[in-house]
């Protein structure tokens, strides 16, 4: 007989055939279309076989119009499984429910470890780490990479020198090592005021302390500006009997002094460029990855972009303390575009001049102020122009320094 290999989707069943030659009516079933297979005869009496559920019916018709006896021992196949499932479908449902319910709890974030800082700034971390949306009770899944959550809590909490971030489980562990404030004076110690930078000073306001420089003085690195010493003269020899004539304590002086400072900066700028440039718009998608199998679960549509950039982000699935062997992975495509171009010398240069610019503005910070840039020497070679560019700085050029009164 030929095997029926959709058997077990279909269902069939094991029916027993009691009579004088059994065998004879599985030869009126095949008479009547009705496939059999694994028939074999248990007695002189009794016979066994297989054959379809959809079968049975036709099976029945037949046996009216026979003297034999039928009875079912066996069901196997798919109806069957799920009748046996509908009959205990409520504790099956109860058992499902109940480990999709701790998989669940699993891949909540529980608890926030903050270690290695003072109470302050801890306060200071987790205002932060709530604004990320990083709490108890956040989804695993909605939470950034630890190396994320590193980089944003230095750039956001500047009292941080370094912070190191894990998560294991449930549950965040941050420590953090707090950055030393080393201050050149102590709060109410007698100090000096130096210059920290070679320049031409172009404004002073002193607060505090005896002017030493004027406007318009050049001065270097180390040269005294402003002196805690109120009894202190320029030209003075430093001896015992002129420092017994010192009778105002020295205080700590305060000033702001402003010089003209100068940079030189050397740069390559090339003449043919191209450059990528995200454009803003971008779509997510979803896949659940079960060792080398990815299946998509969400956004199954590629954009309509023609230059992408993809990020890929994989969670892994907890379940209590363990990690399973499936991950969720998130996969962010970005539009971008390619720009390309050729520069002729003069947008080389003027280029150049901007970028020296942008560079010092980033090094000194906001408070200095670029009054000019220059190009000093500039040579094309090999497709490039190599530029030096001179620029002129105002800036804050104060530095405190400790008087040693037992000197």
Known sequence: MKRNYGKRIRGYVTVRVSGEKPELFFQKCANEGILVWDAKKISSKDCVAKLKLQDIK??????????????????????????????KRFLVIGILVGVLFFLFLSNLLWSVNITGVPKEIEEKIKVQLDSYGIHSGVWLFSVDSPKDIQRNLLDDVPELLWAGVELRGTTLYLEGVEKLIVEELDPGEPGNIVAAKEGVITRMYVSKGEPVKQINDYVKPGDLLVSGDLSYE???DEDESDSEKRKTPPITAEAEIYANTWYEVTLTVPLSYNYEQLTGKSKNKYYMKMGQLQLPIWGFRDPEFEQTQVELNEKPIQFLKWQLPISIIESEINEKQLYEGERTREEAIDAGKKQAVKQLETELGPDAEILSEKVLHERIEHGKVKLIVYVSVEENIVKNEPIHQGD
Do not use: D, H, M, V
């Open 58 to 87: 036709k099976l029945k018709q037949l046996r009216r119009r026979t003297l034999y006896k039928i009875s079912f021992e066996e069901r196997k196949g798919l109806p069957f499984g799920f009748a046996r499932f509908l009959k």
């Open 234 to 236: 320029e030209n003075q």
